[in-house]
T-cell receptor, first 112, second 115 residues
Framework: DAKTTQPNSMESNEEEPVHLPCNHS???????IHWYRQLPSQGPEYVIH???SNVNNRMASLAIAEDRKSSTLILHRATLRDAAVYYC?????????????FGKGTKLSVIP | DVKVTQSSRYLVKRTGEKVFLECVQD?????MFWYRQDPGLGLRLIYF???????EKGDIPEGYSVSREKKERFSLILESASTNQTSMYLC??????????????FGPGTRLTVT
């Protein structure tokens, strides 16, 4: 799996937007960008995914750079319940693999 | 909702004991996974299974084995527990990709302490 690089930690004030960056300079054409998050004392959960175009869902937005070498997960209004570790993962859709490689992620702290 | 359950949230075992960690999913998923999570190391894949009686080694299979006799159940076995196997163990299941979306569903984890 191609490698991703994320900051170890970030802080945000409650009710403000949060932009979580991810670098993936060796991404290939068949790699999908997935984001998962892990709330305290829980297993990871899916957040969003994309290939080339920006994506929105009820949880977050995903902005993908034109060259696809980086992406940003956007939480539009951070709440205390968004405090979690966020993982950026590349999945090769062409390889037929169902494995996901989790890095260390970014620990997001939300300040009341 | 998909539900992945793990037999215990907390477990304490002694060095040398045989340990079974059980995972059950209720969504008829073909794929199941066992990870361990340690501070500073993230999640690492131990074993996974694509079908009943099928198993594949992940990144760190040493010291572990698995069993999948039924589709809904995937067991992780520590034949002789050691202190370096003290960790959080997470089980996950997944269907095949749904279009472009591929989602693994995780259980709550079992925190195993080996003394």
């Amino acid at each position: 799996d191609a490698k991703t690089t994320q900051p170890n930690s970030m802080e945000s004030n409650e009710e403000e937007p949060v932009h979580l960056p991810c670098n993936h300079s060796t991404i290939s054409g068949t790699d999908y960008i997935h984001w998962y998050r892990q709330l305290p004392s829980q297993g990871p959960e899916y957040v969003i995914h994309g290939l080339t175009s920006n994506v929105n869902n009820r949880m977050a937005s995903l902005a993908i750079a034109e060259d696809r070498k980086s992406s940003t997960l956007i939480l539009h209004r951070a709440t205390l319940r968004d405090a979690a570790v966020y993982y950026c993962i590349l999945r090769d859709s062409g390889a037929g693999s169902y494995q996901l490689t989790f890095g260390k992620g970014t620990k997001l702290s939300v300040i009341p | 909702d998909v539900k992945v359950t793990q037999s215990s949230r907390y477990l304490v075992k002694r060095t040398g004991e045989k340990v079974f960690l059980e995972c059950v999913q209720d969504m008829d998923h073909e794929n199941m996974f066992w990870y361990r999570q340690d501070p500073g190391l993230g999640l690492r894949l131990i074993y996974f299974s694509y079908d009943v009686k099928m198993k594949e080694k992940g990144d760190i299979p040493e010291g572990y084995s698995v069993s999948r006799e039924k589709k809904e159940r995937f067991s992780l076995i520590l034949e002789s527990a050691s202190t370096n196997q003290t960790s959080m163990y997470l089980c996950a299941s997944s269907p095949p990709p749904q279009g472009t979306r591929y989602e693994q569903y995780f259980g709550p984890g079992t925190r195993l302490t080996v003394t």
